[in-house]
């Protein structure tokens, strides 16, 4: 008679760690993963941040388990083809270096494994995440019944503010209920509305100005054309920092009107909405407490290891009106609610662990430090890129984007795709973003290892580029 079926154990390492005794062989193996992790970092800035070509392991498990080396290797292998967003010139995309207090936080939570579907699975975790969530609320300026839900990423952030302020509006049975929102918005709205079920043209576009923000009367006019139409609009999206401009549109204006209007304000500040933490910066998103609800990404600028998102509510119990359905099967809650009753997400990791744990490690100093440093990499980039021959769009924020001012679409397709090209030879990452039309080379100044001299560089490249189209 066979007993239990055992799993052999990896050259020294046990499979589960062992819940009665210290294990030497588990404190090595972590140690030497998170030794072969600084190495990755330490070897940053030699690489670019796009990794060569290079292998993969093998996916599938071998008929016995691998030994711990092995292990290591493989991951090693994945390692060697990640993307590197450490490297200074990594400046193309939203994904800044991880705090390090973040990927401890990160590794502890993998160890608790603990559940935030419901508080008996994660009774430290769930009251961390609530307050966590007040003092976000708080900071933002929201009021006193504010509460929040974190959620894995910006797009189901904003997909449950949908959910809550249609719900708000009673307007669950109304599929020709619209959403408004500048052309400018993000992607995720439009797949918010498709999981909705609501109809087609749901998501209704307000023009933008100049800046990239909301054209105020065009918003006021749509408005009331809806209501002339018989139409109903569920929320109005006033964006806190565009993908591409990082343009901030007119809160307290959108505000007044959507008070006047009786109408639910979602402030999409995945983006901008960290800039409200400190004084120093909430300037470039003043109004955004008078939203009923806000997304805000940590994971973007901060360096929250992902992912790092937190949907914030003016009235915390609209979390519950919206997603809760009973939890039949699980205890009452005894404190503020089950984390699967106020949102959209069953089980979910502890995401606010390594939020919380990244911001005491940051301190109020450091949080400002990384906001107004990536302001001011934004505008020293800005001040050094030839504005008399590039169409140049900015915000208040820390992104910018540039094409040329004398080239036509496809011009400035070609440009932009060489012009890439060889920054990256040179391990300056950009991004190309296609905005109205027309292909942008992009930077986004969240990465506090970029320097002066790389930004000297990337400005000096850029405005040779433009020698090419002559
Ligand atoms: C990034 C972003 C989102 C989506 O966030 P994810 O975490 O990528 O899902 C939504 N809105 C804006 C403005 C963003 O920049």
């Not at 010139?89 to 160890?111: F, N, Q, R, V, Y």
């Not at 806190?240 to 009786?262: H, I, K, S, Y």
């Not at 820390?398 to 036509?408: E, F, G």
């Not at 973003?433 to 970029?450: A, E």
Request: overall charge negative; hydrophobic content about 45%.
């Amino acid at each position: 008679m066979a007993g239990t079926p055992q799993i052999r154990p990896t050259a020294t390492l046990a499979p589960f760690a062992k819940p009665d005794r210290f294990d030497p062989e588990l404190q090595t193996f972590l140690e030497q993963a998170s030794a072969r992790l600084c190495q990755w970092f330490a070897t940053a800035s030699n690489r670019g941040p796009l990794p060569a070509l290079s292998a993969l392991p093998d996916v599938a498990p071998q008929p016995q388990g691998l030994s711990v080396d092995a292990l290591l290797d493989d991951l090693q292998l994945v390692m060697e083809g990640a993307y590197q967003p450490s490297h200074p010139g990594a400046l193309a995309h939203l994904d800044p270096p991880p705090l390090t207090a973040s990927i401890a936080a990160d590794l502890i939570c993998a160890g608790l494994n603990n559940n935030l579907l419901a508080e008996e699975l994660s009774p430290s975790l769930s009251r961390l995440e609530r307050e966590m969530c007040r003092w976000f609320a708080e900071r933002l300026g929201l009021p006193l019944t504010a509460g929040g839900v974190a959620a894995s990423g910006g797009s189901l952030s904003n997909l449950m503010a949908m959910v809550i302020a249609r719900q708000q509006a009673d307007l669950q049975d109304d599929p020709r209920a619209v959403v408004l929102a500048s052309v400018d918005a993000h992607v995720s709205l439009a797949k918010a509305i498709r999981v909705m079920g609501l109809a087609s043209d749901a998501l209704q576009t307000v023009p933008v100005d100049q800046k990239g923000c909301m054209n105020l009367d065009a918003l006021e006019h749509q408005l009331k054309a809806l209501r002339a139409e018989g139409r109903p609009c569920l929320a109005v999206v006033a964006t806190a920092g565009t993908t591409v401009q990082g343009a901030v549109d007119p809160l307290v204006a959108v505000a007044e009107l959507c008070r006047r209007e009786q109408v639910w304000l979602h402030v999409d500040g995945a983006i901008g909405g960290v800039f409200a933490l400190t004084a120093a910066t909430a300037s470039v998103v003043e109004g955004i407490s008078l939203a009923d609800s806000i997304t805000v990404n940590p994971q973007k600028l901060l360096g929250i290891t992902k992912t790092s998102s937190l949907l914030l509510v003016a009235n915390q119990s609209h979390l519950a009106s919206a997603f809760s359905t009973g939890l039949p099967y699980m205890e009452p809650a005894w404190g503020d609610g089950h984390g699967s009753e106020i949102g959209l997400q069953g089980t979910r990791p502890a995401e606010v662990l390594k939020l919380w744990l990244g911001l005491r490690q940051l301190g109020e100093q450091g949080i400002q430090c990384l906001l107004e440093g990536a302001i001011q990499r934004r505008q020293s980039l800005a001040r050094q890129l030839d504005a008399s021959r590039f169409i140049l769009l900015s915000g208040p924020l820390h992104l910018i984007a540039c094409t040329p001012k004398n080239a036509d679409a496809y011009q400035a397709s070609v440009w932009s795709l060489a012009t890439r090209q060889s920054l990256l030879e040179q391990q300056l990452m950009v991004s190309r973003p296609l905005h109205h039309g027309r292909h942008f080379l992009k930077v986004v100044l969240g990465n506090p290892h970029t320097q002066s001299i790389h930004l000297n560089r990337l400005a000096t490249l850029m405005n040779q580029s433009l020698l090419g189209l002559r």
